[in-house]
């Protein structure tokens, strides 16, 4: 975050102190600049993206993307070859890179299922996270225009959050925006955005009762928004479109046990998105959602979403509640500690609903334990594919 | 609300009950028709317009308007007489009106500001409230068709809203959307909405220093969504542009002590909007803003705002955290216990603040009073100057 960003220990801080306007917030923060331009933050961004096959789909964000870092985490048959195209700078991580790299740690990392792509997280080097499934293309805004969803995420996250209070005309640092009447001064400051939340035209996020009832729904609605998700309220976090400050949030963007030999899948960013809002809500940093839109291109098969998902339809409605009655003790001051407190929260009041919920707890800390592993190493670790520029 | 809501104790109910998915709801709700037809709620719902002048404004709402009873209650000098355009049902309450019908307890209605609208919400006999500014026009949507507010806000308030959980497509009831992956299916049925507070094309409901720092900014952005504001946050509500179900929250939608007399002004709104979202949280009512939106014309002059507002923008860095941290005791089973408690709190915390929210306090109470009085009277009130249909 721009320096301009005081961090306070409370929300109203009282008190004789000053606190900057909006206005003077928007000359301070980092300017962000047309991406045609210098690529915003191309040294401090990597795009992760999970798969089992070829990565056409990269030709559609040629223009957005190419600029920057690409982690591939390769799910399913590691001796399988995924085709990248040319002219991207990316690593490849397949089962084995995964299994070489962290060892018997390698078992918080689920197969078989979209969950794997947080080894990305784990692995990057940078400040900042964008994820995007490889059935995502670029949308059009209403004017026509195609959505560069990374420079929206990018504004989204470099600009604070507001989750104190509401404001009704959306994101107040927004051109054309501000803070309305009766908003207080003492909050305009805002706070750290940790995660930037996308939308997807076309193919909406439904679960699988939703979609076998509405098979034929599309979502049309562009709603020109970006909002912070208030303090105090959970949401349904999507993987497909999604971008977090890694040094902020990182560790806790962990995305469970899913799909092989696991009892549940499609609850890998749901997990995620409970887990991140309540450390969020803790430590003062703010998640948006609403724009960029990316265009969803294709509707996953209900019935094997329905096998998936249905546990999880069940356990959610132990688990929500789970999650909106936690608090995290005042000595959590890192992301990390406010984890490892919520594993054991984890394990004590949702083991009784599932046995999956102690082994759960159990991965969060060996993701914690593994993460350190990564991070603190001095040597990188090293993909069996890796290729700089435009060399593969 | 339709008759398919069923009230819960909590907010999570648990067991093997029978919930309605959101497709199933919207069947069950009523059907809004188009106004042409046959105008929704005519015979159930009051327009209410505080004014000092002739009310011109009128002719470009009358497709919309002109169906429904309005109520206008005259603020300054009673002597002088309003204009209304030929054709509308309307009655008029000035300050003699208000004095007559009140006695005594006339002193909680204020005087040469726009918050004594709310003796129009005390003698409706209708189960729903809409009330506009008389400086507030028909807007535009993008495809440049005229914008039917009223409309919009009764669809609003005849649907669900969804405070426990947010729903990252924003209204799931709306035509083309639904609750997305990983909203807990007991949340799905949503709580009857008490509140619509719809927003403003051009002139933006900014505070004086905005509006001196930013003496140019319009809002331009048409943002295509209504969203409940979630459970636990508060929000600025402005009264331009505002519906209401009276009988879940008429008695709560008290505009307090402003004007004439009093040390501030321009927060008559947001006082009704604290405790009306503290009471709905309390109550498990839904609070909606976003849609619809009307076209603001004309910026009021932000020096004489400046010293309207002074005091209650230091105030509220007070009272923004006692309307957070209010909480109400279960026994608090209705809106007027709730908004008595309300009063006791203000008083005991706010009071130390300035003596004026003593006499807050003791309005609040007032204000019940009135609102009993008036509304368990077999007598109707009379207005001195009542037309009917086109008789004026």
């Known amino acids: 975050m721009g320096s301009c960003i005081e961090e306070t220990d409370t929300p109203f801080p009282r008190g004789d102190s000053l606190h900057l306007s909006s206005s003077s917030l928007c000359v301070l923060l980092p300017r962000i600049t047309p991406m045609a331009a210098v690529p915003v933050l191309k040294d401090e961004l990597d795009i992760v993206i999970p798969t089992i096959r070829n990565l056409d789909f990269l030709e559609m964000w040629r223009p957005f993307f190419q600029p920057y870092h690409l982690i ?3 799910d399913g048959d590691p001796s399988k070859t995924i085709k990248v195209p040319e002219g991207f700078d990316y690593e490849l991580f397949n089962r084995n890179d995964i299994n070489r790299i962290l060892g018997p740690k390698a078992s918080c990392i689920s197969f078989k299922d979209s969950a794997c792509r947080c080894f990305g997280y784990m692995v990057s080097k940078k400040k900042y996270i964008y994820t995007i499934d490889d059935d995502c293309f670029v949308a059009k805004d209403p004017s026509g225009k195609e959505i560069n969803a990374l ?5 989204n ?37 940790a995660v930037s939340h996308g939308l997807w035209l076309n193919i909406p996020d439904y679960d699988a009762p939703t979609q076998l009832v509405k098979p034929h729904e599309r979502n049309s609605r562009y709603v020109d928004a970006v909002l912070t998700i208030p303090k105090g309220t959970l949401f349904p976090m999507c993987g497909m479109n999604l971008a977090f400050n890694r040094e902020l949030i990182g560790p806790a963007m962990y995305f469970g046990l899913m799909g092989d030999g696991q009892p549940i899948g499609r609850y890998d960013d749901m997990w995620a998105g409970w887990c991140i809002k309540v450390i969020c809500d803790h430590l003062g940093l703010g998640v948006k959602t609403g724009l960029p839109y990316i265009w969803h291109s294709k509707a996953s098969n209900p019935f094997v979403n329905l096998k998936k998902e249905y546990k999880g339809i ?10 909106q009655g936690a608090t995290l003790p005042k000595e959590c001051t890192s992301v990390k500690k406010c984890y490892i407190e919520l594993s054991k929260q984890v394990k004590d009041k949702l083991g009784a609903v599932d046995p999956y919920f102690v082994k759960l707890a159990d991965a969060m800390v060996t993701w914690i334990e593994a993460w350190d592993e990564v991070n603190n190493n001095t040597s990188e670790p090293n993909s069996s594919n890796q290729t700089n520029g435009a060399s593969k």
């Open 314 to 323: 069940f356990w959610q409605e132990e688990i929500i509640p789970f999650f």
């Open 72 to 74: 591939i985490v390769q």
């Open 157 to 193: 996250l470099l600009s604070p959050s507001t989750p104190f209070f509401f404001n009704t005309l959306y994101d107040p640092y927004r051109d054309g925006a501000d803070f309305v009447r009766g908003y207080p001064f003492s909050l305009r400051e805002g706070v750290p955005t």
């Open 151 to 155: 420079e929206q995420h990018i504004k």
